[in-house]
């Protein structure tokens, strides 16, 4: 019998074998194309993933981008998320004169928000010391590194690079600003006067020229006309809280408290928690004679910030006024102890946490405590009107204690004529 071979189970079976190999070698294939496309389009296809989880990886950001963000959030008066993108996007792009002077101005606008925040004005004049180490010849450097030296106390310094700003863009507004700014902390009001009207002609819209027209402005007086400035210098910027302060202090100066208050109060609006608002706010009812609402306004800044010394000072004053001279010899050491431990130099220490205190040891027959604050207040060469007071508490002591004589209180320095002196801001 002849058997038919290629009708076999084993025929079959063979035939079977090759249908199966072609099916796994399509799989392969079709695997191996989506394999290469994963890995071709591997950043997206990881970003989806890790969106579908929660965990979508952080873009990185380049320095325009990053300088943009930093301007925004100066918009909205949050000065440290500025100084933060605008350190980055300095550190991506360091030749970069622009984003450098955007981050100098970030670093002194947030060294205005009180003692605790001066470093960043040290900190400005090392970006500006950069930037004029970059390009020597750019106006924008010059005009930062003046500014920087202004703020850092170096005013003569800081006029000669201003005008060397002005010599390469004579029509750079902020340049002829912060000189002006220079001028006015030389005292020297008719020059500061004469630039910072300049920068105001050559921009009516740059804040820097306002201010600084403001502020030459009140040196010799004109109060009213420094608001206007300050007005039209918010309306460029409505978040920037150092306006505010500097604008409060004319109200003050006019006796205007209701414009002070409100002018805090807009900061407040802006920043709940701002001590340097609160402290202001105290010391402008202690002017008005609101010591009730002075003390609450202290004690709410002391309880925001317990390391803030002005608060304290404030508070003691308050609490002196009103005849609590345990509480304000307790708020005024705490105010020295603080100076003490933040570093801040004799010659910048409030003077009243001393006198003052002294003072009220005085008042409570304490006089080896007074003695001891009072010598240290006339140490700091105060100003002839508290030399007198100091004078004052030292002969209560002479007469209420035997342990102290006249020879041992410092002769009295005559009287200098002092010349006019711009409103102090912070």
């Known amino acids: ?232 210098a918010i309306q460029i910027h409505p978040r920037l809280d150092a306006l505010y302060f500097e604008l409060a202090q004319y109200y003050v100066a006019l006796s205007n408290f209701d414009g002070a208050q409100a002018a805090f109060d807009q900061v407040l609006q802006m920043d709940p928690d701002n001590v340097k608002a609160y402290t202001r706010k105290c010391e402008a009812f202690f002017r008005d004679r609101k010591d009730t609402e002075a003390q609450v306004a202290c004690e709410q800044a002391v309880e925001l910030d317990p390391t803030y010394p002005e608060a304290y000072r404030q508070l003691g004053m308050v609490q002196y006024t009103r005849r609590n001279y345990e509480g304000a010899i307790e708020s005024f050491e705490t105010c020295t102890t603080l100076q003490d431990q933040q570093g801040i130099a004799l010659a910048d220490q409030e003077i009243q946490c001393y006198y003052i205190r002294g003072l009220a040891e005085a008042l409570l027959d304490r006089c080896d405590r007074a003695w001891e604050d009072l010598q240290s207040a006339m140490a700091m060469n105060p100003e002839e009107s508290i030399k007198n007071q100091i004078s004052q508490g030292l002969q209560m002591c002479v007469t209420n204690d035997e342990a102290f004589s006249m020879q041992q209180i410092p002769t009295a320095i005559p009287p200098t004529a002092v010349p006019p002196q711009p409103i102090p801001i912070y």
Not at 31 to 45: E, G, H, K, P
Not at 62 to 91: H, K, S
Not at 131 to 152: I, K, S, T, W
């Open 1 to 232: 019998m002849y058997i038919r071979r290629d009708n076999s189970n084993l025929h079959f079976g063979h035939y079977r074998r090759h249908g199966v190999s072609r099916w796994l070698l399509g799989v392969w294939f079709v695997v191996m194309v989506i394999i290469a496309t994963l890995l071709w389009r591997f950043n997206d296809v990881q970003g989806w993933a890790l969106s579908s989880i929660g965990a979508a990886p952080t873009p990185t950001l380049d320095a325009v981008t990053l300088a943009r963000m930093g301007e925004r959030a100066y918009l909205q008066g949050d000065l440290e998320a500025a100084i933060g993108y605008y350190g980055e996007a300095a550190r991506l792009a360091p030749q970069d004169i622009d984003i450098k002077f955007e981050y100098g101005r970030m670093l002194i606008y947030r060294s205005y928000a009180g003692r605790t925040y001066q470093y960043r004005a040290g900190e400005a004049l090392t970006v500006a010391q950069d930037a004029v180490d970059v390009a020597p010849d750019n106006a924008r450097a010059q005009a930062l590194y003046c500014f920087a030296l202004m703020e850092n106390g170096r005013a003569e310094e800081a006029i000669g690079s201003c005008l060397r700003a002005t010599q390469l863009d004579p029509n750079y507004a902020e340049a002829h600003a912060y000189l002006a700014l220079a001028y006015y902390s030389a005292q020297r009001p008719n020059q500061a006067f004469d630039e910072a009207d300049r920068a105001v002609r050559l921009n009516p819209n740059s804040l820097d020229a306002h201010r600084a027209l403001a502020l030459s402005l009140a040196y010799v007086g004109p109060f009213n006309a420094a608001i206007q400035q300050y007005e039209q």
